[in-house]
């Protein structure tokens, strides 16, 4: 496990060389202006919502408040007391009063060494951004905390974008320099016992509130540290949240949640960013809670309701390249704790083989992702991550093994506005010779395109009556209306 860092290190995280400045962009791209966010005034008491502006002021400001802060920083290193550190020691427990105290210090510094003037915004700014340097995770704490940010994207310290309601926007926020990110992907590591360095360059990892986080750094980067933060929101979707954003409508809500009653095992496929995870934990939730139900991810970011889960997260291997625990090891282990349900983040290689043979020896309703542009793509790729465990099975037996796991294919998609649909419901029937058979349940149909660039469609069922109505009658679920 790595050392935790020391609150003195904590402190000293930024040195105190001048920033660089942004370099001019030769294309203009829509912003994101993170003072514009808050619909507070700065006149308001000190306190978390009233900070959502961060590095707003013009570049000469934004550097003497950079180079005030660093001189503030290395006063509290050098005057800080034994109860200053306990009462910082306590975190965002004492939030307040660790920024009255921050405060204290920063009049001082002022009083005493600054020659201009600073504006109310600017000096309670200063204090929300050392308070985050202390206790979160810097300069990202205010994207962190905008729930209309789905994800994060740093491409090096002077670069970062967010996506907002589906579109990506340049933020306003940066990092002072590599070495000041490098900090901060240290404390995002650093409670995990995960490691990043040139031996070791990329990670997966997650934060606090389950957040995904993807890092990769030089010599594999070429902009400096790359950070990928998936945000996820604070209170878990439900169904009725997917049928409000027209994720699905209200006869697929039903449906699915029949499905999950009935047992059947389900995969949901769909490309990056297209809403996989969020549809599998709505899925999750069907889930009675009379079960024993396993997840099994790269990085826990799952956020089951029920009461009896084991959260089971795989592991790199250490400096001397050993210890790795992969999710094949993971899943192997899991058909051993007695499950009632198995749930896997996202099959990408060989693992693909043991969750279809625990699909095919009782464990009934499991579910996983992976990713596909379609139903019928799925097929093919869940056939070379089976190839990829090692096993050298002719291909009509690996067929047949996915044809008698799987009931039923998500196919989710990420429309051209940004927002997410499931595009096909598609039920998995069996072999015809070396072909397996599909059959379209329901489907998403795009109609047009509106002035403001938004999809506008309509969900549509097939009509058609699903082969497998015995694992509802088998669990005494009604099937549901499909009209």
Do not use: W
């Not at 400096?224 to 697929?252: E, H, Q, Y």
């Amino acid at each position: 496990m790595a050392r935790t860092p020391s609150l003195l290190e904590r402190l000293g995280r930024v040195t105190p060389d001048k920033p660089s400045q942004p370099q001019p962009r030769e294309q203009e791209l829509p912003t994101y202006n993170s003072r514009q966010q808050s619909k507070k005034s700065f006149e308001q008491p000190v306190e978390a919502s009233a900070f959502a502006g961060k590095h707003t002021f013009q570049s000469s400001s934004r550097n003497r408040l950079q180079e005030l802060k660093m001189a503030i920083h290395r006063r509290i290193v050098d005057e800080m007391t034994p109860e200053e550190q306990l009462l910082i020691a306590q975190g965002e427990s004492a939030k307040e009063q660790i920024k009255n105290l921050i405060l204290s210090y920063s009049d001082r510094e002022i009083t005493e060494n600054y020659t201009q003037s600073l504006s109310r915004p600017e000096r309670f700014q200063l204090v929300e951004d050392i308070c985050d340097e202390l206790l979160g995770l810097g300069p990202l704490e205010p994207l962190l905390k905008d729930e209309n940010i789905t994800e994060i994207m740093i491409n090096g310290p002077k670069s970062i974008f967010v996506e907002q309601r589906g579109k990506l926007l340049l933020t306003d926020t940066y990092f002072h320099d590599d070495a000041h990110l490098m900090s901060i992907i240290e404390r995002i590591l650093t409670p995990l016992g995960r490691r990043v360095d040139e031996s070791s360059p990329l990670v997966d990892a997650r934060l606090a509130d389950g957040s995904r986080v993807n890092i990769i750094i030089p010599p594999l980067s070429l902009v400096g540290p790359a950070v990928t933060i998936r945000k996820f929101s604070k209170n878990a979707l439900s169904v009725n949240d997917l049928v409000k954003f027209g994720t699905l409508d209200d006869n697929m809500a039903r449906f699915l949640e029949a499905c999950v009653k009935a047992r059947l095992n389900i995969l949901v496929s769909g490309g990056t960013g297209s809403g996989k995870t969020t549809t599998l934990n709505v899925l999750s939730s069907f889930i009675p809670s009379t079960e024993r139900i396993v997840t099994i991810e790269d990085a826990a970011e799952l956020r089951l309701q029920q009461t009896h889960v084991v959260t089971l997260e795989s592991r790199p291997a250490n400096l001397e390249g050993k210890g790795a625990i992969t999710i094949r090891d993971l899943v192997r282990n899991a058909l051993r704790m007695r499950p009632d349900r198995i749930i896997v983040g996202e099959v990408r290689t060989g693992e693909a083989l043991d969750m279809l043979q625990a699909m095919n020896t009782g464990h009934d309703g499991s579910l996983t992702t992976a990713p596909a542009n379609s139903p019928r793509d799925v097929l093919s790729r869940l056939e070379t991550m089976v190839l990829m465990a090692g096993m050298e099975l002719p291909v009509r037996a690996v067929r047949t093994q996915v044809s008698s796991a799987l009931d039923l294919i998500l196919q989710q998609s990420r429309i051209r506005d940004g927002s997410r649909k499931i595009t096909h419901i598609t039920e998995v029937q069996g072999m015809e010779g070396d072909t397996i058979i599909l059959q379209e349940l329901f489907r998403y149909v795009q109609d047009y395109i509106d002035e403001n660039g938004k999809s506008v469609g309509h969900y549509e069922s097939s009509g058609l009556r699903p082969s497998f109505l015995d694992k509802f009658r088998m669990n005494g679920v009604e099937m549901p209306s499909m009209d």
